[in-house]
T-cell receptor
Framework: GAVVSQHPSRVICKSGTSVKIECRSL??????MFWYRQFPKQSLMLMAT?????????EQGVEKDKFLINHASLTLSTLTVTSAHPEDSSFYIC?????????????FGSGTQLSVL | DAKTTQPTSMDCAEGRAANLPCNHS???????VYWYRQIHSQGPQYIIH???NNETNEMASLIITEDRKSSTLILPHATLRDTAVYYC???????????????FGTGTRLTIIP
């Protein structure tokens, strides 16, 4: 099956610093990737839809200047949490849709646990 | 997308069949039923999906009622590794060029008991 690699799996940073999370589709191309956030004991909440070569579409209430998304190639999307604060501590998950398989499912990365001190 | 209702939690004995129900009474004719699961601290994993016929793969079976207002995911021989949160999602099929997203509800926390 398709593999989505997400890195790092865990990161601890100081308040005020920026953190970059990478999401790669290893064996397929994806024009669209999705970024989710999940707080403890809660469901996944969609943050933004990332389209290769264009600006991301953010869900209501998600600050686009704080959560910078870049989708520069068909296999890589990055999420940068700028000036992170403790309330940004969460589990971040990306997912990708294969471009040409004609398959009707999304594949997810293993997630990144962000802890802001 | 149609809303789904799932029990908050369920237990199942190891080796037995786990039957997870999902109600989706407002489902539209072109909406599929998808099931994903999330093991603790991991990304969601696709299990199965269907439109109106029952489906089976190596992981599970999906039974959809004739009126399509509810469905059941069946794990035929549950193991401890099946302990996870199971999400039932209904939505239109992903097209080749669309940006369709999956919206997750609260899911069912399934615990397999040794």
């Amino acid at each position: 099956g398709a593999v989505v690699s997400q890195h790092p799996s865990r990161v601890i940073c100081k308040s005020g610093t920026s953190v970059k999370i990478e999401c790669r589709s290893l064996d397929f191309q994806a024009t669209t990737m999705f970024w989710y956030r999940q707080f403890p004991k809660q469901s996944l909440m969609l943050m933004a839809t990332s389209n290769e070569g264009s600006k991301a579409t953010y869900e209501q209430g998600v600050e686009k200047d704080k959560f910078l998304i870049n989708h520069a190639s068909l296999t890589l999307s990055t999420l940068t949490v700028t000036s992170a604060h403790p309330e940004d501590s969460s589990f971040y998950i990306c997912s990708a849709r294969p471009l040409t398989w004609g398959d009707e499912k999304l594949f997810f990365g293993s997630g990144t646990q962000l802890s802001v001190l | 997308d149609a809303k789904t209702t799932q029990p908050t939690s369920m237990d199942c004995a190891e080796g037995r069949a786990a039957n997870l129900p999902c109600n989706h009474s407002t489902i539209s004719g072109n909406e599929y039923v998808y099931w994903y699961r999330q093991i603790h601290s991991q990304g969601p994993q696709y299990i199965i999906h269907g439109l109106k016929n029952n489906e089976t793969n190596e992981m599970a079976s999906l039974i959809i009622t004739e009126d399509r207002k509810s469905s059941t995911l069946i794990l035929p021989h549950a193991t401890l590794r099946d302990t996870a949160v199971y999400y039932c999602i209904v939505r239109v099929a992903l097209s080749n060029f669309g940006n369709e997203k999956l919206t997750f509800g609260t899911g069912t926390r399934l615990t397999i008991i040794p």
